[in-house]
């Protein structure tokens, strides 16, 4: 993206937009075994063979609240919720946006990744990282 | 496993928990410690070793805290577990006098939060991914919350009823930081922090320190001192760090930490849920209460509202849960919240929680969890059984 080198961008390590937002997890070549964001070395054969690849795009709303009081920083009232990408066995926690937060979510929707504003620098301007959104 | 020392703890002291932001935590320390070794009848010389648990009081606070009771030279380990801390530090004087290494051990936990917050979620870790992203811990507790009514049928009123009920137990806790009793309507018409936790479903920003002086069963038998005061026995200790929920799947349960560490003090002690009289759990989160004592094996999972609409968790009921008001209502000053509730559970052992004695209380259990990191169940979980 063109403003990409003016963007103040958080965990960019952990997500791509090309072609399109996805998380990037941990997959090792020797268990399968998925992890976000990824390990030094796989949990469960205690391998250091973990490849960086994207999850899919679109996961499962585990469950999510609305921030009404936060650190500072953020803005409120915010979305946060638990992402299932099931076929991975991952969990993610993240930010979920929404046009009406209050009646556009629900537990068990499919969401998925976008790259939004998450927060503010101490100068004030916005600070990109991945979230997620209902699937329209 | 090596054969291991009975320990004891044999002086208990605390501070009333609130805001006191003009106390630095070594003065709260040096009280709560003091108030400890004076209660075991020791001379406060013979305290081989101090462990001191806490999360934002900065360099050497164990040790800032003996000089001004006259105690240094000795070793001083700082522990630091999240909200475990407090917990974490018995844990550390529990197995070096069981393990043989020292007779007599200092354990407090210190905290004083205000000094560096009037209210809102505790600062977490920045370089805690999910934290930088906006993650407090009433937001992850509102997220197990949301799920947990959705799953098992539960309403918020539900959630209400624990914090009534402990406020109603904090009203007679003298220590307690709220004492005013409450009612459902007033908790849900409190404002929302994170959907579905009200504030009172929080529990408050505040501070105070809690110490226990621990012996083991050869050195308590030789030693002169005040036989009125009844040791408690140790009767298990065990400390666990939470477990990955990616690599084990999506099934890994917010409680599988507290089920797992339970599971290990039940067998150490050799006792059972049915055989605890008066328990304290880390309900830093009305939900909390809920899942935590089906962890804890007091209830089927998602029946753990049954406790709370039938009233046996009630400080006189069949299981007391939190008779001194817990978290929410004694209060959590992060490092010092363990040793509080372990210097609960030695005082309703003792008999001498005047005006909420928990009825011919002979075993009780303490549990506490500290903090969260991505993609794990919690930072620290530590639980033990105590006895007379």
């Known amino acids: ?136 | 496993m090596a054969n291991l020392r009975e320990v004891y703890i044999i002086g208990v002291g605390q501070t009333p928990c609130g805001k006191f932001p003009n106390k630095a935590a070594h003065v709260l320390g040096r009280e709560a410690c003091w108030a400890a070794i004076k209660d075991s009848g020791i001379h406060a010389r013979d305290i081989e070793i101090g462990f001191c648990g806490h999360v934002y009081q900065g360099m050497g606070v164990g040790q800032r805290t003996l000089k001004d009771i006259g105690l240094v030279g000795q070793p001083v380990i700082n522990v630091e577990g999240a909200c475990g801390s407090g917990t974490l530090s018995l844990w550390e004087a529990w197995r070096t006098i069981a393990y043989g290494q020292q007779d007599i051990a200092l354990a407090w936990g210190v905290e004083n939060l205000s000094k560096i917050m009037s209210g809102g979620p505790l600062p977490l870790e920045e370089d805690d991914i999910e934290v930088a992203l906006g993650m407090s811990m009433p937001g992850l507790y509102a997220m197990r919350a949301k799920k947990y009514l959705d799953e098992y049928g539960v309403s918020e009123e539900t959630l209400a009823k624990v914090v009534v009920k402990s406020r109603k137990h904090a009203a007679k806790n003298p220590i307690a930081q709220f004492r005013k009793e409450t009612t459902i309507e007033a908790v849900l018409n409190d404002p929302l922090i994170a959907d579905p936790l009200t504030r009172s479903m929080c529990c408050p920003v505040g501070d105070a320190s809690a110490a226990v002086v621990l012996v083991d069963g050869e050195t308590l038998k030789r030693m002169k001192r005040d036989t009125t005061r009844l040791p408690i026995k140790i009767l298990s200790c065990v400390a666990q760090s939470g477990g990955y929920a990616s690599a084990t799947g999506l099934t890994c349960d917010p409680s599988e930490n507290v089920a797992r560490t339970s599971q290990m003090a039940y067998e150490q002690a050799g006792l059972g849920p049915k055989d605890m009289d008066t328990v304290e759990i880390h309900d830093a989160f009305a939900i909390a209460e809920l899942i935590v004592a089906e962890a804890l094996g007091f209830a089927k999972k998602g029946e753990g509202s049954r406790l709370i609409e039938e009233e046996t968790s009630n400080y006189d009921g069949e299981i007391a849960i939190n008779a001194s008001g817990g978290l929410l209502s004694r209060g959590h000053p992060v490092g010092a919240t363990g040793i509080l509730q372990t210097v609960e559970i030695v005082n309703q052992l003792r008999g001498e929680a005047t005006g909420y004695q928990v009825p011919n209380a002979k075993v009780g259990l303490i549990e506490t969890m500290g903090g969260a990191q991505p993609a794990m169940d919690g930072i620290t979980c530590v639980v033990s059984i105590l006895g007379k």
């Open chain 1, 1 to 136: 993206m063109s403003d990409n080198n003016e963007r103040r961008v958080l965990h960019a390590e952990f997500f791509t937009e090309d072609p399109e937002p996805r998380l990037i997890g941990g997959k090792s070549k020797s268990s399968g075994n998925w992890t976000f964001p990824p390990y030094l070395a796989d949990p469960v054969s205690f391998t250091d063979d973990v490849e960086h690849l994207p999850l899919p795009r679109n996961g499962i709303l585990h469950s999510f609240t609305i921030v009404r009081r936060s650190l500072p920083d953020f803005t409120v009232p915010f979305g946060l919720g638990l992402i299932d990408f099931p076929d991975q066995k991952v969990r993610v926690m993240a930010q979920v946006e929404a046009d009406d937060l209050e009646n556009d979510l629900s537990l068990g929707m499919e969401v998925e990744t976008i790259i939004g504003t998450v927060r503010k620098a101490k100068d004030g301007s916005d600070i990109y990282s991945y979230k997620f959104r209902p699937t329209k």
